[in-house]
């Protein structure tokens, strides 16, 4: 029997050790992983230029409180911001914390505006944005939310891909609009760039603020630093966390300098979140990631991969029903339940993971090699096979 809680549907492997993209099983067993701990490890496991500022911040200071300045914080914060749209950032060490910041800001500004009614967050139908009791009822999800009532109040909901939802869900209450520019656990489901454009739009028109979940599009997956800039939008807020950290237990939310007037001393506060080690550690991811040409890389094996998996489709086109995504946040969609496929990639020791809608998500770290690539191509041939 485990002493764990019974929350997960846990596979039957463990790890000893990680290097780069790959993992090894305490059976020995070397697994390419395309997981990355959901998104987690941006530039894969055991990197030795994170190892080395962990290990270097881990001798000087770990953690002190917010009572205090911290001057990697301040970094942090700067480098973020001089590279999008915000002005200001609130550490935290998970996305739902960073969704839930995210949303008290959007509220605390219109309080602070005198618009005492204005505070509803409309969001997608069965988006995902973290597991607390506010970002269950944010997505709207009833396998999510049963059992856990009751409901919290304050979420409104529209369909995906349906304007005229967005339109009839929005009221004078409505303070904010919350999508994830790509939604991951729903499916791989990207936002097309003229419907983020006329979201901003719309959202201008009404004096409603625009929050862009970027937990697991964010830091380089979808090819820029946030997912957002595809469309050349620039929303109001912008929670992050997944690859920040490296592995790290990381969150963030950017703002704007106009809505973040709400956030005065006392407004919010978080014991760990933003301590010197996290904020090290997330400097040291951006070393990598800001680096000239990084994120082109980015781009140039993301087209490589999906013109691959696109080549996979044509041959098995009762099989699989779409290859999408952006960046290295990948989906290939099948007709059928993706459960046995994924663990059939398994058996050829090749790591990928579920989505919304039957969808076999692909996660490889942002620095993954053309051979790697090259190497999952072939092991998901080869399980294809098996379905003529
Ligand atoms: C993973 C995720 C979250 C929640 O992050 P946690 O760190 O698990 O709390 C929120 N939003 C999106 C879009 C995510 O993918």
Known sequence: MSYLANNYNRRKISFKSGKGSFLYSSKGIKYLDFIQGIAVNSLGHSNPYLNKALSYQSKKVWHVSNAFEIPEGEKLAKRLSKNSFAQHVIFQNSGAEATEVAIKV??????????????????????????????????????????????????????????????????????????????????????????????????????????????????????????????????????????????????????????SIGMTPGSHGSTFGGNPLAMSIGNAVLDKVLKKNFLKGVQKISNYFLRELKKIKKEYPELIKEVRGVGLLIGIQLYEDQTKFIQNLEKNRLLVTKAAENVIRILPPLNVKKSEVDLSIKIIKKVCKQYK
């Open 106 to 259: 959007a509220r605390k500004y219109f309080y602070t505006k005198k618009k005492f009614d204005k505070n509803r967050i409309l969001c997608i139908k069965n988006s995902f944005h973290g597991r607390t009791l506010a970002a269950i009822h944010a997505s709207g999800s009833k396998k999510m939310t049963e059992g856990f009532g009751p409901k919290i109040p304050g979420f409104d909901h529209f369909i995906f891909g349906n304007h005229e939802s967005l339109k009839k869900s929005i009221t004078k209450k409505t303070a904010a609009v919350m999508v994830e520019p790509i939604m991951g656990e729903g499916g791989v489901k990207v936002i097309p760039k003229w419907c983020l454009k006329g979201l901003r739009k719309i959202c201008d028109e009404k004096n409603i603020l625009l929050i862009c979940d970027e937990v697991q599009s964010g830091v380089g997956r979808s090819g820029k630093l946030f997912a957002f800039e595809h469309s050349g939008i620039r929303p109001d807020i912008v929670p992050i966390a997944k690859g920040i950290g490296g592995g790290f237990p990381l969150g963030a939310v950017l703002m704007n300098k106009k809505v």
